[in-house]
């Protein structure tokens, strides 16, 4: 046993009672290689990997990680040919949930012994049109857990995403306690961030894209403020796993020649950071480099800040707040009557 170790032991037995865990919590902070599912699989396999010799127990990636991000909304015309052409690659090179692309993200998962939480666009099996923006949850021996579908696509995105459903909307058990992920401009919507937070999550992990649009204020910046006060509200710790940018992709996004001093502006991506469940920054914020951010989280510290403020318990007011969610997932495509079944086995 190591010293750490055998000093936290006789530390809680000299208090009694329960101790939560201390867990490896892992940002990577990476660009793809955009709009390819193949070569952006094999990176993000690299970094699961690293991040587990780093010690790391749950890795999160930034948003829309695999294949890449519709990021030449913020650029393009909707009606370009160019943003018409690059939807098209996105869907191509979007992932369906399982698939072999998920079987190789499981399989480094259990090499590398981490929970994973991926940023990626998933395409609804046997469609050739619909598009989800998805956090694909794995576990330690390379199984999937779970899955969340952004609930409103934001901006550019909702002219090739539609939005999820309130079944996705959930936390999931680990060895070291409960996980959840919201993705980008959902974990400030207050009924989102409540749903999770009425679950007890340990951790959330929150995933960002490599950039913003050109105005406002710039991804780093609010990946900054709303990690912030997700943390304070929900009294987790929160990982926020920021994209950042290639030479490649820069090139790639130029429209007009006015965009190069955006593109290349460093301080609009990046910014991956660590928040502690009192809203203290405890590792990070990171520049536009890529890497791998990593922090040993004392989860007792949840404890110490939700025995203050449950705002899921003690801290509010059933008798006049409640939030009711719908976990079902209607389709929009149902056959019913007599003889529905053979019909349609003989399509």
């Known amino acids: 046993?190591?010293?750490?170790?055998?000093?936290?032991?006789?530390?809680?037995?000299?208090?009694?009672?329960?101790?939560?865990?201390?867990?490896?919590?892992?940002?990577?902070?990476?660009?793809?290689?955009?709009?390819?599912?193949?070569?952006?699989?094999?990176?993000?396999?690299?970094?699961?990997?690293?991040?587990?010799?780093?010690?790391?127990?749950?890795?999160?990636?930034?948003?829309?990680?695999?294949?890449?991000?519709?990021?030449?909304?913020?650029?393009?015309?909707?009606?370009?040919?160019?943003?018409?052409?690059?939807?098209?690659?996105?869907?191509?090179?979007?992932?369906?949930?399982?698939?072999?692309?998920?079987?190789?993200?499981?399989?480094?998962?259990?090499?590398?012994?981490?929970?994973?939480?991926?940023?990626?666009?998933?395409?609804?099996?046997?469609?050739?049109?619909?598009?989800?923006?998805?956090?694909?949850?794995?576990?330690?021996?390379?199984?999937?857990?779970?899955?969340?579908?952004?609930?409103?696509?934001?901006?550019?995105?909702?002219?090739?995403?539609?939005?999820?459903?309130?079944d996705t909307l959930r936390t999931y058990p680990t060895d070291f306690g409960r996980i959840g992920g919201l993705i980008c401009g959902e974990s400030s919507n207050p009924l989102a961030v409540f749903a999770l937070v009425a679950e007890y999550p340990h951790v959330l992990a929150v995933s960002w894209p490599n950039r913003f649009p050109k105005r406002g204020m710039s991804c780093p910046e609010r990946a900054l403020v709303v990690g912030r006060a997700l943390a304070l509200m929900s009294k987790a710790f929160v990982v926020n796993a920021c994209g950042t940018m290639t030479e490649e992709m820069r090139e790639m996004l130029v429209y007009t020649e006015e965009d190069r001093a955006d593109l290349w502006d460093d301080r609009a991506t990046g910014g991956s950071c660590i928040v502690g469940p009192g809203g203290q920054v405890v590792a990070g914020p990171m520049g536009a480099e890529e890497g791998i951010l990593v922090l040993e989280a004392d989860l007792t510290e949840c404890v110490a800040e939700k025995v203050r403020h449950d705002f899921a318990g003690h801290y509010n007011r059933p008798d006049v707040f409640q939030l009711r969610v719908s976990a079902s997932a209607p389709e929009i495509y149902v056959r019913e009557g007599t003889g529905s079944r053979e019909r349609t086995e003989g399509r």
């Not at 890449?68 to 098209?88: E, M, R, V």
């Not at 199984?143 to 939005?163: A, D, Y």
């Open 1 to 166: 046993m190591r010293l750490v170790e055998l000093e936290r032991a006789v530390e809680a037995e000299a208090e009694g009672g329960d101790r939560l865990p201390r867990v490896r919590l892992a940002a990577v902070q990476a660009a793809p290689v955009f709009l390819n599912r193949e070569r952006t699989t094999e990176r993000a396999c690299q970094w699961i990997l690293e991040a587990g010799r780093r010690g790391a127990r749950l890795v999160v990636f930034p948003e829309g990680f695999l294949p890449g991000h519709p990021l030449w909304y913020h650029f393009f015309p909707a009606t370009d040919p160019k943003s018409n052409a690059l939807a098209t690659r996105l869907f191509l090179n979007s992932v369906e949930i399982p698939s072999r692309t998920t079987e190789a993200l499981g399989e480094a998962a259990r090499q590398a012994g981490v929970y994973v939480v991926m940023g990626l666009c998933e395409r609804r099996p046997g469609t050739f049109g619909t598009l989800y923006n998805t956090q694909l949850f794995l576990a330690p021996d390379g199984s999937i857990l779970g899955k969340h579908r952004k609930l409103v696509p934001t901006v550019g995105e909702r002219l090739v995403h539609t939005g999820g459903f309130g």
